[in-house]
């Protein structure tokens, strides 16, 4: 189970890398190679929806990436501050969740 949520989490990571975006124009070559009757508007949407999809997973990834170097800035400058929440991120979120379910009930 545990390396299921890892492949999980670093193929989310992945479809938010420029690569991801040939995946669909390859889609596309293959279903007009071997089914192009079938590519009609319907096709097309589809694609479209995929590339949206794939458009705000690198928005969001993005995002998450510089607010993550934002706190990790701010914890370093706070000697007060806890170090070890700068790795944080790099557990998985079910191991996120649980931190912070813990951190909740020491409060």
Do not use: C
Request: aromatic share 8%.
């Amino acid at each position: 189970m545990e390396r299921l949520r890892q492949l999980l989490t670093h193929m989310g990571t992945l479809m938010s890398r420029p690569g991801a975006f040939l995946l669909p124009l390859v889609y596309m070559i293959v279903w007009l190679v071997f089914d192009s009757a079938t590519l009609d508007w319907h096709g097309f949407a589809t694609l479209a929806t995929w590339l949206m999809t794939l458009f705000i997973q690198r928005a969001e990834h993005r995002d998450t990436q510089a607010i993550q170097a934002k706190l990790d800035e701010l914890l370093h400058s706070d000697a007060r501050a806890a170090n070890r929440l700068t790795r944080l991120d790099d557990k998985e979120p079910e191991d996120i969740e649980d931190f912070r379910e813990a951190q909740r009930k020491g409060d």
